[in-house]
């Protein structure tokens, strides 16, 4: 890519704006990363300086030095970015860039913050600098027997042009397509029908050894009755007779469900070559009600398939795959439904659930944006209802004609995995879901979770502005009472990896328990993972928390509650707590057990009466023993008052080897480069050995790059 969005930077710093108004072509948006080596920067900016009268100057100096020296030539007006070649810079130091305009007439217009760049030490190789700019995120997804379409992301500022190569089997690799700088996208045509491929895709940068992205397999499907794929187009585009096929696709996403079987993968679009963007939603019927879901993804109780091994779900060798089609997000949004001057009319409900995953099995749900409709009810509604269901609750009994139902208006979801509460139930627990590359905000209720289910993943989703006035003490993300669907205790049965979750809070009391003060809104959590409700057993099996960034949100960061058998590793938690809740600490373990912690940053605000770190076990109520384990994190922050680790019970190893008031080294806290690492970073190389790390980070780069691992969610080069 020309212009990087989403730069490498081991040392990234977006210029901040100056205190005063920026003057007409003055160059802005800064960014300085080590490319493509440890002795080379590449500088990027922004100038609406007019391109035919301006000419631009990158000029540098050492930290610290008050002169600064021109390192580049005077570029053309359309220029903006700038490489310093190899063995330009010394290894472990440290410089500061600036961009200077330089108008046909007038005075030269400087940058009004210049960026910093601290350069990686010499244990930094090549081999790690080409790894981390190849393409990444290469997806190959067949769209027809015959067509393949390939997508990546693009990591280099300088590439020439991208080549995609193709093989079958081990067979050699060929290039299908040469393609220009800063394209994401090939389609490849001519293929035969029920074939395998592997793709990859080569930057190549002129001047400089290309990189090269791994392989990703793609498999045609067959023709005719052997097809397993299945389409849907809900544009005004779509004028055919709703068959679900290439040429005459499905128009919602519902009907497409209802047709879903194993092995088989819906492609839903949302073309760009119509008028209007598609968003699919809901039609109230004559009685002004929305469905519960926008798409219910379910057996039908009504055909006998109610159960998890019903006609809609998978199989182990053939999963149902509901996903974008490739370039394009299709977007959902929920409708809130409405309140009348009396109060809530049951006539007039909105959606409860964007994409609602229940009593099925092997599901994958991929690519999808899901807006709800937060912004749509105002903070007094918002508390008008939340009292109306304390009341409730705290004044019992309150007849069922005259009590306030939760309404879709406070308590909308945006993809939901699970089951309800009723014996029957929690014996049909949806399993194996995937649940992933999903956008979700903008929910009164929860982003992505799921209830009483077992084999979930959610990995490289966002969800944010999300829970704020649902009644039920939600999290943006999370599971709620995991079961059991086998006796594996062993494997990693529940996994969050690579999700970033921000900016979400929960601003109400939950309405099942007389507190008087919300006890959540964290941006993950595992919820009562050992209860017994339904007679089923405690979940035994172990939860994954690994890769992920969570920041701004208004509870804990991370908050496992009355559970157990969890690892979180390789996380980066930076100042949730950002309102007053019943609770505290970025990384919380409450009433639970087995729970282990190693290799996070932990960032903690200053502002709040919190401890970074707050292990709560009472004694009665936790008999068996807490088991847990809290080692070799970075902490930093929190109230200077209070300890960064709390503990309110003897546990046992709880706290060795961590590194308390250290400041991770983040090269900014803003932007497409939040919380990446500085290359002096104390983090960097630094991850204790005992815990294997990811092979890609929260960006999908590669790790761990350098000597060792570094610690937290992101590696630095």
């Known amino acids: 890519m020309t212009h990087p969005t989403q730069p490498l930077a081991v040392a990234l710093l977006l210029a901040a704006a100056s205190g005063s108004a920026l003057c007409a072509g003055e160059p802005t948006q800064l960014a300085v990363q080590s490319y493509p080596s440890a002795t080379s920067a590449w500088i990027s900016w922004s100038s609406d300086a007019p391109v035919a009268t301006t000419q631009f100057r990158v000029d540098r100096r050492t930290l610290g030095n008050p002169n600064w020296f021109p390192v580049s030539g005077n570029l053309p007006g359309s220029t903006r970015g700038f490489g310093q070649g190899p063995q330009s810079l010394q290894t472990s130091s440290a410089y500061e860039f600036r961009v200077v305009a330089l108008p046909a007439s007038g005075p030269a217009l400087i940058s009004p913050t210049p960026v910093v760049l601290y350069t990686p030490s010499a244990a930094a190789t090549q081999a790690d600098f080409d790894a981390a700019a190849a393409p990444r995120r290469v997806d190959a997804q067949a769209v027809s027997p015959t067509e393949v379409i390939v997508t990546w992301t693009d990591q280099t500022p300088d590439e020439t042009h991208f080549k995609v190569e193709r093989r079958q089997g081990n067979g050699i690799w060929s290039a299908v397509a040469t393609l220009p700088a800063d394209t994401a996208l090939y389609k490849d045509t001519g293929l035969s029908p029920a074939s395998s491929y592997e793709y990859r895709v080569v930057a190549e940068r002129n001047g400089q050894q290309s990189v090269t992205s791994a392989g990703r397999l793609a498999a045609t499907p067959g ?3 052997a097809n397993t794929l299945r389409y849907v187009d809900g544009s005004a585009c ?5 068959s679900g096929t290439q040429t005459d696709p499905w128009k919602t996403i519902q009907t497409a469900a209802t047709s879903m079987r194993a092995g088989l993968t819906l492609l839903v679009r949302n073309r760009a070559d119509c008028a209007t963007p598609t968003v699919y939603k809901t039609t109230p019927n004559a009685a002004g009600k929305h469905s519960f879901a926008i ?3 379910s057996n039908d109780a ?10 809609r779900s998978g199989t182990p060798t053939a999963w149902v795959t509901y996903r974008n ?6 977007k959902l949004r929920t409708a809130r439904g409405g309140l009348t001057s009396g109060g809530y009319s049951t006539s007039d409900s909105g959606n409860f659930v964007g994409i609602s995953v229940r009593n099925v099995s092997y599901v994958v749900i991929d690519g999808f944006e899901v807006e709800g409709h937060l912004n749509d009810v105002t903070l007094a ?5 939340n009292d109306k269901f304390k009341a409730d609750f705290l004044n019992p009994p309150v007849p069922p004609a005259v009590k ?8 909308a979801n945006g993809i939901a995995v699970g089951t309800g509460v009723t014996s029957a139930q929690m014996n049909q627990i949806p399993h194996h879901i995937v649940v992933r590359n999903n956008l979700v905000y903008n929910m009164p209720g929860y982003a992505i979770g799921g209830q009483h289910a077992d084999w979930l993943t959610f990995e490289n989703n966002r969800a944010r502005n999300s829970a704020w006035y649902t009644p039920y003490g939600s999290s943006p993300m999370g599971v709620l009472m995991a079961k059991d669907v086998d006796t594996n205790t062993t494997a990693y049965k529940i996994i969050f990896r690579g999700n970033q979750i921000s900016d979400s809070g929960n601003l109400f009391p939950c309405n099942c328990y007389s507190y008087i003060q919300p006890t959540d809104g964290n941006g993950l959590i595992l919820d009562l993972f050992r209860s017994t409700e339904g007679g ?10 690994t890769n992920n960034l969570i920041h701004n949100n208004g509870g804990r960061g991370i908050h496992i509650f009355k559970s157990q058998n969890a690892d979180i590793v390789f996380n980066t938690l930076v100042r949730n707590n950002t309102i007053a809740i019943t609770g505290d600490g970025e990384l919380s373990s409450q009433l639970s057990r087995n729970v282990r912690a190693y290799n996070n940053i932990v960032v903690a605000r200053t502002d709040r009466p919190t401890h970074v770190i707050s292990f709560v076990n009472a004694a009665a109520k936790l008999a068996d023993g807490a088991s847990i384990d809290f080692n070799h994190n970075i902490i930093f922050g929190g109230n200077p008052a209070a300890p960064q680790i709390a503990i309110t019970a003897t546990q046992g190893g709880l706290r060795t080897n961590n590194r308390l008031n250290l400041d991770p080294g983040f090269s900014t806290n803003s932007g497409t480069g939040a919380f990446r690492l500085r290359a002096n970073s104390p983090a960097v190389n630094s991850a204790w050995s005992g815990v294997t790390p990811p092979t890609r980070d929260f960006f999908s780069a590669p790790r761990p790059r350098g000597s060792a691992a570094d610690v937290g969610a992101v590696e630095s080069f």
């Open 223 to 225: 023709t005719g009755t």
């Open 238 to 242: 779509n004028t055919g007779t709703n």
């Open 295 to 297: 798409v219910d993804i």
């Open 302 to 311: 009504s055909s006998g398939q109610f159960a998890t091994g019903g006609s």
């Open 325 to 330: 089609y490739p370039g394009e997000r299709p």
């Open 381 to 385: 509604e918002a508390t008008a209802l």
């Open 404 to 411: 306030t139902p939760i309404t879709p208006v406070v308590d």
């Open 536 to 545: 089923l057993p405690a979940y035994a099996g172990r939860s994954l928390i």
